[in-house]
């Protein structure tokens, strides 16, 4: 199944809370994953593209399910550092 999830990664669970704060307090994501996120998606606003769900880690894709269209996970823990998800 292909998917095209946004998010922002970074290394530590702090980070991911702070960031879910500005989220929460009307911050746009993409400019937050433009300004924190260590991935090079970040350049796009966090966003991954089409790619197909089984290249993606469990946990992250146990999160991305879970979420409705625009909406954002709370920080999720993979193999590659924290992130918050959106759908």
Do not use: N
Not at 48 to 64: K, P, Q
């Amino acid at each position: 199944m292909k998917v095209k999830p946004y998010h922002i990664l970074v290394k530590h669970e702090y980070e991911a809370k702070d960031i879910q704060r500005m989220l929460e307090d009307g911050k746009p994501f993409e400019e937050l994953a433009k300004k924190f996120s260590i991935c090079s998606s970040s350049q796009s606003g966090g966003f991954l593209g089409e790619v197909d769900s089984r290249r993606l880690d469990s946990d992250f894709m146990d999160a991305f399910d879970l979420l409705k269209p625009g909406q954002v996970s709370k920080p999720t823990r993979t193999s590659f550092g924290w992130h918050l998800i959106k759908k």
